[in-house]
């Protein structure tokens, strides 16, 4: 615990953490991240391109069969990728 | 007689419309219009005729919208945002406020402005 | 060729109205030849905020649409020559002027006018399409509310995707006392989550509410902090620098005490 924490526990404040600015910034956040997803239909498109290219350097995948999606519920939401792999790439060197 | 009502007016059609016109709403009409109500800030009535306010007009009015300077605008309450008759365009004075209660009010055209007195009932 | 700024929130109530009569006045005052242009068609207000209510014979509407000259419709305020105002139409219909008729209107004012300040009407519809339109530079209004700053956030978003990339942010009725105690987001919390730049922030404060009463903006009276803050905007805008100013609520005994130390 910081001296300042201690301090406000001191004087009776509450901590940073119940504080109602510190809830009003974490709702906030969260509210944002699924705001923010709705408009991103052309990101998700890209994410999907970049990360084919990305594993495809190290193994081989089944594009079709590949899944990007989010997952949301009340804490959050979660990046979800379900990537069948068909065959690892031998190690050169 | 005080009010000089042009009878070639009064034989125009008239609508009633029986309550408050509120901001944005508005009323077009060729003849006279009667508003048994208010006329809020914000609506507007333009009419070919005369124009009458059985309660406070705040709004905009032109009478005699098509050119007719017999018309005249009468209201309980006259304190419009802005007054029209015929081709005259008139506003209350700036820093000019509502002065609450005072008896009805109509306004004509009288040697070529507009003129605004106390209602006096045909005698 | 002067500039076209839209000033605009998402939400309605953050104080979009009073922000662009205030900062449109102050930039008059420097001097410069300013146009704001309400496009809240059917709940028009930035006359009522001017107290130019009365002056009004034809709108944005009736200019658009040829009914009359673009500079009959034009209201000359009464305090400042170089200022003007383009109403909205209040009993037409919202849909009467498109995004193109916007644009070409925007190019004919900025040949006359330093600065086109457009007040665009709350939510993110046809009124905000139109309003953003002609416009080359934003200025985002929000409130230190969860609400109001999501909004923000969203709007943002639409003003990049129409190409507007560096929209600023102006931090509405900040009441410090409440920052204090940590009962209210500050300037850096909202800065953090929506990553512009900051144009200004103002402090709420009773004069506002006095100044829309009278229909005379705030700028013009010198004691008016929020008065203060928008005129220091409106520098900003024209391209000054000017740092932020003080938000304290009034100054302590012990900072007034630092003070005349200092001026020793």
């Known amino acids: ?38 408009m991103s239909e052309t990101m998700m498109e890209e994410l999907r391109t970049d990360l084919i290219a ?15 999606s989010l997952s ?6 979660a990046l979800v990728a379900n990537i069948p792999v068909k065959n690892v790439k031998r190690q050169v060197g | 007689m005080v009010n000089k009502w042009s009878a070639a007016l009064a034989n125009k059609p008239t609508v009633l419309y029986e309550k408050s016109l509120r901001s944005g709403q508005n009323i077009n009409f060729d003849g006279n219009v009667v508003i048994l109500g208010d006329v809020n800030p914000g609506a507007e009535i333009v009419a070919g005729g005369h124009i009458l306010v059985m309660g406070s007009l705040r709004g905009l009015v032109h009478a005699g919208a098509l ?22 365009i008139t506003r209350p004075p700036d820093g000019n406020v509502d002065e609450g209660a005072k008896p009805p009010e ?16 045909p005698r | 060729m002067g500039k ?14 009073t922000t662009t009569a205030n900062v449109g006045t102050a930039l008059a005052m420097l001097g410069k030849k300013i146009v704001m242009v309400d496009t809240d068609i059917g709940l028009r207000n930035l006359d009522v905020v001017l107290g130019l209510e009365n002056r009004i014979v034809y709108d944005l509407v009736d200019a658009v649409r040829g009914n009359c000259r673009l500079k009959q419709a034009l209201i000359k305020d009464k305090r400042l020559e170089n200022l003007y105002l383009l109403p909205a139409a209040q009993t037409k219909d919202k849909t009467s002027v498109t995004t193109d008729q916007m644009m070409e209107l925007c190019s004919k004012l900025k040949e006359e006018f330093d600065f086109v300040v457009i007040d665009c009407p709350a939510g993110i519809e ?12 934003a200025v985002v209004v929000t409130t230190p509310e969860v609400s109001a700053v999501r909004d923000a956030d969203r709007i943002i978003g639409l003003l990049e995707a129409a190409g507007i990339t560096e929209p600023r942010l102006i931090i509405n009725r900040i009441r410090t006392n409440m920052v204090k105690t940590g009962d209210m987001m500050g300037v850096d919390d909202i800065l953090d989550i929506l990553a512009v730049d900051l144009l200004g922030i103002v402090p709420d404060d009773d004069a506002i509410v006095i100044s829309t009463n009278k229909g005379e903006p705030t700028v013009f009276d010198d004691n008016s902090r929020p008065g203060l803050a928008f005129r220091n905007i409106a520098r900003r805008l024209n391209g000054d620098e000017v740092p932020l100013m003080n938000l304290e609520e009034k100054r302590s005994f012990f900072s007034r005490m630092k003070a005349m130390f200092k001026s020793e």
Not at chain 2, 77 to 82: E, K, N, V, Y
């Open chain 1, 54 to 68: 990305t594993i495809g350097k190290y193994m081989e995948i089944d594009q079709e069969a590949l899944e990007v």
């Open chain 2, 67 to 88: 050119g007719d300077e017999d018309a005249t605008v009468t209201a309980l309450h006259f304190a419009p945002t802005q007054l029209r008759i015929a081709s005259h």
């Open chain 1, 72 to 77: 949301r519920d009340d804490d959050g939401v």
């Open chain 3, 126 to 137: 046809h009124g905000f399409k139109n309003a953003i339109a002609g416009a080359e530079e």
């Open chain 1, 1 to 38: 615990m910081g001296f300042t924490s201690m301090l406000g526990r001191f004087f009776g404040r509450d901590e940073e953490s119940s504080l109602s600015k510190t809830m009003a910034k974490e709702r906030l956040r969260l509210v944002l991240v699924h705001d923010r997803l709705d």
């Open chain 3, 4 to 17: 076209v700024i839209v000033v605009t929130s998402g939400k309605g109530g953050v104080g979009k109205t």
């Open chain 2, 106 to 121: 109509y306004a004509r055209i009288q040697n070529d402005t507009v003129v605004i007195e106390e209602y006096q009932p």
